[in-house]
Structure formats: structure tokens, C-alpha cells
């Protein structure tokens, strides 16, 4: 099976880069799975993702009283709130996914989301912020074990 | 002051943003203006790096253009080494360049325009997304836009190392050249976009110039202003997006000035509000002289329709038709309608393609001279690009080793500041009337704005990826008497 890991996010916008950070820390103790890192949104990201069998995505989050460093795994129908059609944003990538998969693109069957909860995204900087930062190895830890069970990590 | 209508977030772009309506007492429009949020500390993250490492810094500004940056970046530090790049570096520069305005103009009409013109802008709103054009332009249009796009940027990624980092842009040069294979492969792929942009024009005029009421919005007094327009343009006075000189027209389409990169700072400055983060440049020549149109005005607009109003034509055979149809159908030059913005998008896109498949029959792009070695002190420079959505500016300083000291961007989005306020509020004002706000006439508010195809918090990519839409209704004592949510 094709995994496929992807760090989303922009590493010079302080919280905004953990995505991207867990995904990096997963590539060094992995060095052989595949490992994608963007700064991009919607359409852009899903053209990336072609071709895997399955897709693990880490990124932020920002949910109304949300604890920064808080973790969530989510799957493909926790997000079909923000599916619908009737959104009038047209470019969030699960929309852009409903229609790669109505053109029978290649796409994962598996999605997995890992959203960590953030504080600051509007500065610019290439450290997170304190709360964020501390849970990086943790989250990396459990991402390793629960989805690469086999690794002798 | 009377109800306050709030929209946050900004739909169907890739950031957020907030429109702020301002109703009086009777229900009518006072005012209106744009809001983005505010990234803060960019200049002081560069200070003290290598200049060179700024092209590959500056594209994480934004993830929607990423290459514009790389591209603006590039050139400066160009001019920071005073190096020119080889002949067959800017051939595959260009190359690359117009790939991406090619590949970002398809995905801005199809998939974020397109809702608004090709489904029609008073459509349920459950019709007026990516599903709802596909629906209407058929399944296989979709489907190639979506190949082509994929094919095109796969030229990109070859010369650029990563499409969305991309690493290409050397002072001097490129890092990587073509080879005979490549290009007869990439040829192949660039002539199959040439056919389709055409075909993009042909949806346009079917779906669109072919139904009145559209073209009744597009030439109506709620979407047009009479401004400056400020865009690239070659020593021809064609549109060009990589390099030339920056033409200023008036709003009756005279000549103002015209100028190098160094000059810039004599010809813009920048306004502040204390309601926005965001700034307001205009032509330091005119002055600021508020949210007004008119030769009176400093406020100019950039992007396509602003380019092709500077130029005086397009630089190949196809795209210089269609350039010359526009003219004719609007009435003369400058068109001063904000909604053939999304027209001037798709000429450019086909003039993109044109470009490619002639610098792609052009032998000589496979030389293996794609590098001048920087040999001066580092000391300042500027670098001007036409990025999907504008003029775009960048400014570095270093000291003689080559470390940064300032930097200074304009970005695109932002020169089109004050205009997309101005606009905002002309639709708002001609369309709410007497308290009376639905989603339909919100949209049309809308799209006042989204015919720029503004990017505003480059970047965020926080999930769910989209939030939802909220209008807050307040009373005249600015308390909130009702939230309508649009998840």
C-alpha cells in the first residue's frame, strides 16, 4: 500500500508550520515513506496526493475554545460539515477532493487527519509557540505508532 | 449610524477577510470597506539572512502564488548582484513563469470565478461552487481543465525542482536547463493548452456574452470605475508578465508614466487607515485623495484587465485578437468594468500558452548557458514582476556581504487595495436598499471583489480549510440582534 504523508501549513508562520514540523520529525525516524510538505491550500494540495492508496494529513486547527497543543484524529467524514456542496468557499481541499473524485482521479481510499490545535498563525517566525512546540515529539510519537505499526520505532 | 451587516469570512478565496457594511438609519448603505488580518514582522524575519536565500523564503509568504514570489525575488537579487541572467535563463524563466499564470488564470475562472459567471450570480447557493460549473460546462470540460492544468504544471515542477517551493531561480540564472527530449515533450503539452484556452474563450463567449443579463452586469454603471491603471509591459508596449518597464495609464487611457524597477518609489506611495492593516498604495504624482475614482484620484488598479488596459496590444497572433474583440465589445480603451477582469484573465491565459509553445519551438532554450556567476558586491536592488493578480514589488538591501538589512515588498493583492474598497462600496450602495440584505444581493457584493481574485491572509491553511460564513445584523447601538450562519 501507498502512504503517503503530508505536512500542511507555512513553516515561517509560527503555529502554523506544525503540520509541517510533525511531518518532518516522522520523515527523519522514517526515512523511507513519502513525505510531502505545502504551503498551499484547496486545489493546489490535492494535486499532490494523486496516486496514493493511502493519505495521512497533519495540520492545524482552530476550533472555537480550543487548548493550543490539543490534538485530534479526525477522518474524512468528521469534515463533511465543510463538504457541502452549498459551501459558497469553493477551494477548501475536501471540496476540491469531491471533485477530483467525480473526474475518477487516483485518490487515496484511506484519509487520515491529524489537526493540532494552534495559537498564534499571524506572526512571522519559524518557531511555534510555546504550547504548540512541546507537543511536536509527543504527537510525532503516536502518529508513528498507530499508523506504521511495524516500524521498530 | 445606523445597522452594522458583518461577513466573515470573505467566500470562496484563499485567506480571510471581512467585508464591513455600514447601513444608516433608513436601511441604505453609509459605507463600506475591506478588512484582511495582519501578518506581522516579515521584514524583520529576513533581516540578517543571505539575500539568496530569499527566493526561496519570500514563496512561503503565500500559498496561492508561491512562483510570483520566487519570480520577483529572483530578479532582485539579480539586481542586488547586478548580474543579468544568460538569454536562454530568461527564456526558461519565462517559461516557467507564464506556465504558472497560465495554470493559475484556468483555476481562477473555472473553479473560483466561474460560480459567479458561469452558473449565474443569483443561482441557489448550493449551485454556485466548483459542482455547479461543472454541471454546467459539462463533466469533460472539468476534466480538462483539471489535466491540463496538471500537465503544465509538471513543466514548472521539472525547472523549478517543487511547484509550490519552488527552488529554480538563481542570481543570474536558473539552477536546471532543458533537454531536446523535454522540450519536444513539453511542446506537445503546451500546444494541447493553447487549444484549450482558446476553448476557455469559447465557453466565455457561449456561456456568458451570450446571455444578456450578464453582459448587462459586466458593461453596468454598479461594477465600473474610472482609475489609473498601472501594469509590465515590453518595449513594444505589449502585456509581459516576466520583465519591462511599469506603465501607467490614465482613466482615459493616455500614457502617465512609465518607469524602470529603481523608480518605483518615486511613483507609489502608501496610504494608512486606522480601520485596515492592510495599505492603500496610489501614484505619489496624483496624491491620496480618499475612496474616490476619477484623473483626480492617486488610486490605481493592476491585474489583467489594468494590464491589458496599459499595453497597447498582446504579443502573439491569437491572444491579440481576442484582446482586440474585448475593445470592441466594451466600447474602446481602458475598459473600465471590473468584471472583465474574469475576460482579461482568459486572454491572458491564452497568451500564456501562445508564449510557452513559442519559447518551447524555439531550439536555442535547450542551451546549456543558463548561468552568469554573480562577481559584484551585493549592495540593493529592485525586481518587478506581473504576478496572477498584479503588479508585484520587491525591495532588498544587504550589506557587502550580502546579508539583509531591509526589505520592502508591495504585493499584488494589495494594489489593488483602494480600488477593491471603492468597488465593494459602489456595489453595496446601488444593491441594499432600504435594510433589505439577502444572499443573492450579498453575493453580487461579492463578486464586486472577486473579480480581482484577491489573495488576503496568504497562507493559512488552519483546518477545515473553510469557515463558515457569518453575518452579524446589529442595532443602531451596534448590539448584535441576529447571527445568520452559512455553514
Redesign the interface.
Known amino acids: 500500500m501507498k502512504t503517503l504523508v503530508l505536512g500542511l501549513g507555512n513553516t515561517i508562520l509560527s503555529d502554523d508550520g506544525v503540520g509541517i514540523h510533525i511531518a518532518r520529525h516522522i520523515k527523519e525516524k522514517l526515512p523511507e515513506i513519502d513525505m510531502i510538505e505545502a504551503s498551499a491550500a484547496g486545489f493546489r494540495v490535492v494535486d499532490e496526493i494523486i496516486g496514493y492508496d493511502k493519505l495521512i494529513l497533519i495540520d492545524s486547527i482552530k476550533t472555537k475554545n480550543g487548548q493550543p497543543g490539543t490534538y485530534y484524529k479526525l477522518g474524512i467524514e468528521e469534515f463533511k460539515s465543510t463538504l457541502h456542496h452549498s459551501s459558497p468557499h469553493d477551494m477548501n481541499m475536501f471540496d476540491a477532493l469531491q471533485l477530483m473524485k467525480k473526474h475518477n482521479a487516483d485518490l487515496p481510499k484511506e484519509i487520515i487527519i491529524y489537526a493540532i490545535e494552534v495559537e498564534d498563525t499571524f506572526t512571522f517566525s519559524e518557531q511555534c509557540t510555546e504550547k504548540v512546540a512541546e507537543v511536536i515529539p509527543e504527537i510525532t510519537s503516536i502518529i508513528i505508532r498507530d499508523q506504521f505499526p511495524s516500524s521498530k520505532i | 449610524m445606523g445597522t452594522k451587516v458583518t461577513i466573515d469570512p470573505i467566500?470562496?478565496?484563499?485567506g480571510h477577510g471581512k467585508i464591513e457594511i455600514f447601513l444608516d438609519d433608513s436601511g441604505n448603505v453609509e459605507n463600506a470597506y475591506l478588512q484582511i488580518?495582519?501578518?506581522?514582522?516579515?521584514e524583520?524575519?529576513c533581516v540578517d539572512r543571505p539575500v539568496e536565500e530569499l527566493p526561496r523564503?519570500t514563496?512561503?509568504?503565500c500559498?496561492?502564488c508561491?512562483m510570483a514570489h520566487h519570480m520577483a525575488s529572483t530578479k532582485t537579487v539579480d539586481a542586488v548582484y547586478n548580474v543579468q541572467p544568460t538569454e536562454t535563463a530568461k527564456k526558461l524563466r519565462q517559461l516557467v513563469y507564464d506556465s504558472y499564470i497560465f495554470e493559475d488564470h484556468m483555476?481562477h475562472f473555472f473553479?473560483?470565478g466561474g460560480?459567479d459567471f458561469v452558473v449565474t450570480p443569483s443561482a441557489p447557493?448550493?449551485e454556485?461552487?466548483?459542482?455547479?460549473v461543472?454541471a454546467k460546462v459539462g463533466?469533460e470540460i472539468?476534466?480538462r481543465v483539471?489535466k491540463t492544468?496538471?500537465e503544465i504544471?509538471n513543466i514548472v515542477t521539472y525547472l523549478s525542482g517543487r511547484?509550490?517551493?519552488p527552488v529554480g531561480g538563481l542570481p543570474g540564472g536558473v539552477s536546471k536547463g532543458l533537454t531536446e527530449e523535454k522540450r519536444q515533450e513539453f511542446l506537445k503539452i503546451a500546444l494541447e493548452a493553447r487549444d484549450f484556452a482558446k476553448e476557455s474563450i469559447e465557453i466565455f463567449n457561449n456561456i456568458v456574452l451570450g446571455n444578456n443579463a450578464y453582459v448587462d452586469l459586466i458593461v453596468g454603471d454598479i461594477y465600473k470605475h474610472k482609475t489609473y491603471y498601472m501594469g509590465l509591459v515590453d518595449e513594444n508596449n505589449k502585456v509581459n508578465f516576466y520583465d519591462g518597464k511599469v506603465r501607467v495609464v490614465d482613466p482615459d487611457g493616455k500614457e502617465f508614466s512609465k518607469f524602470g524597477p529603481e523608480e518605483y518609489l518615486q511613483q507609489i506611495a502608501e496610504h494608512v487607515e486606522p480601520w485596515s492593516y492592510m495599505k492603500f498604495p496610489f501614484l505619489k504624482k496624483i496624491g491620496w485623495n480618499g475612496f474616490k475614482e476619477g484623473k483626480e484620484s492617486g488610486i490605481f488598479r493592476v491585474a489583467p484587465l489594468a494590464r491589458l488596459n496599459v499595453s497597447d496590444g498582446m504579443a502573439t497572433p491569437f491572444a491579440q485578437e481576442e484582446y482586440e474583440r474585448m475593445y470592441e465589445t466594451l466600447g474602446g480603451k481602458p475598459a473600465h468594468n471590473t468584471l472583465a477582469f474574469h475576460w482579461a484573465r482568459l486572454i491572458e491565459a491564452l497568451y500564456a500558452a501562445e508564449h510557452i509553445v513559442e519559447l518551447l519551438e524555439d531550439k536555442t532554450i535547450t542551451s546549456p548557458d543558463i548561468r552568469n556567476i554573480p562577481t559584484e558586491t551585493p549592495t540593493e536592488g529592485v525586481g518587478i514582476v506581473e504576478a496572477a493578480r498584479g503588479t508585484l514589488i520587491h525591495h532588498y538591501k544587504t550589506d557587502e556581504q550580502g546579508m539583509v538589512k531591509a526589505v520592502n515588498l508591495i504585493v499584488a493583492t494589495v494594489g489593488n487595495s483602494a480600488a477593491m474598497s471603492l468597488s465593494i462600496a459602489k456595489a453595496a450602495k446601488a444593491l441594499i436598499k432600504n435594510g433589505k440584505v439577502d444572499d443573492g444581493l450579498l453575493?453580487m457584493v461579492e463578486m464586486a471583489f472577486r473579480a480581482y481574485d484577491p489573495c488576503m491572509?496568504c497562507?493559512?491553511?488552519?483546518?477545515?480549510?473553510?469557515?463558515p460564513?457569518i453575518i452579524n445584523l446589529h442595532d443602531k447601538d451596534n448590539s448584535i440582534v441576529e447571527t445568520i450562519r452559512?455553514?
Open positions: 467566500t470562496r478565496l484563499e488580518p495582519e501578518l506581522r514582522g516579515f524583520q524575519f523564503i514563496p512561503r509568504i500559498g496561492v508561491p483555476l473553479f473560483l460560480p447557493k448550493k454556485r461552487n466548483i459542482l455547479g461543472i463533466l472539468g476534466t483539471i492544468r496538471r504544471r511547484i509550490i517551493h453575493n491572509a497562507a493559512t491553511h488552519s483546518l477545515p480549510g473553510s469557515t460564513l452559512r455553514d
